[in-house]
């Protein structure tokens, strides 16, 4: 079964009103079960089946914010704005995130690093595949936002990048 086939079947069941799902293919068996907080990937125990455990964050239901007059909205700190010029290079998958393509080899990127389009970053293992992820855009690496060997979720932020 492909990465991608695994990422569509999560995301079709988030956005579904069901709060189970098992799939079961050639010796590979997928429980997808919807919790308060998301989506959990439980492989059941298979021959040559990765035991992972990973969670897609769910959308919570939109409550109504309250009116408050802009008079008395507080001003956003220096920090929070520069933030919010920044581009998050997020995992495309759930799996490992690596930083280098070995472990004695030098990380793809770290803070301070120019990186271009079709720079690699790093690489996201699942089920054996290593998958290299492009950095999406020109800029500078702010900050390296998991740790080598992190298990990352679908969406999760893994740089910042500081674009030109």
């Not at 939109?62 to 007059?69: D, E, I, L, S, T």
């Not at 271009?116 to 855009?137: P, Q, R």
Request: aromatic share 4%.
């Amino acid at each position: 079964m492909k990465v991608q086939e695994i990422r569509e079947i999560i995301k079709l069941v988030d956005q579904s009103n069901i709060s189970e799902f098992v799939f079961e293919n050639e010796g590979t068996k997928i429980k997808l079960k919807k919790t308060e907080t998301g989506t959990v990937l439980q492989p059941a125990a298979a021959p040559d089946v990765v035991q992972a455990n990973a969670a897609v964050e769910a959308k919570p239901a939109a409550a109504p914010a309250p009116a408050v007059p802009k008079a008395v909205e507080p001003a956003k700190p220096a920090a929070v704005t520069e933030q919010e010029n920044l581009h998050k290079i997020t995992s495309p998958m759930v799996g490992t995130f690596y930083q280098s393509p070995a472990p004695d080899s030098p990380a793809y990127v770290k803070a301070g690093d120019k990186v271009t389009g079709d720079s690699i970053v790093c690489i996201v293992e699942a089920m054996k595949l290593f998958n290299e992820i492009e950095a999406e855009v020109s800029g500078e690496i702010v900050e390296v936002l998991v740790k080598e060997g992190q298990l990352v979720e679908y969406g999760q932020p893994l740089f910042l990048v500081k674009p030109e």
